[in-house]
Nanobody, 119 residues
Framework: QVQLVESGGGLVQLGGSLRLSCAASTSIFSINVMGWYRQAPGKQRELVAASPRFGSRNYADSVKGRFTISRDTAKNAVYLQMNSLKQEDTAVYYC?????????????WGQGTQVTVSS
């Protein structure tokens, strides 16, 4: 069982920056994928950025060049640096961990943190 706790959300002006943090209750060294998702009102939850244990990070087209995901195994944390924020980035952001142990896949979610971009 992996518990995830997000922090760092808030109100930010258009064009500003925020850094989201996600603290895991256990080591993330063996977590296959750590990622950030978001859900805006009336919309489906969507992938924002993912950091696989092996391989390249990937980003939603809408955030490429503006957002950066990073993974710190020493601190059991994953971060999302968000720059040049737009109003359409307003959403609840969720941390996600996907772990495969043997033949079983586990999917863990944080409680979410609100990001609001104001004009």
């Amino acid at each position: 069982q992996v518990q995830l706790v997000e922090s760092g959300g808030g109100l930010v002006q258009l064009g500003g920056s925020l850094r989201l943090s996600c603290a895991a209750s256990t080591s993330i060294f063996s977590i296959n994928v750590m990622g950030w998702y978001r859900q805006a009102p009336g919309k489906q939850r969507e992938l924002v950025a993912a950091s696989p244990r092996f391989g390249s990070r990937n980003y939603a087209d809408s955030v490429k060049g503006r957002f950066t995901i990073s993974r710190d195994t020493a601190k059991n944390a994953v971060y999302l640096q968000m720059n040049s924020l737009k109003q359409e980035d307003t959403a609840v952001y969720y941390c996600n961990a996907q772990q495969v142990l043997g033949t079983t896949a586990y999917d863990y979610w944080g409680q979410g943190t609100q990001v609001t971009v104001s004009s």
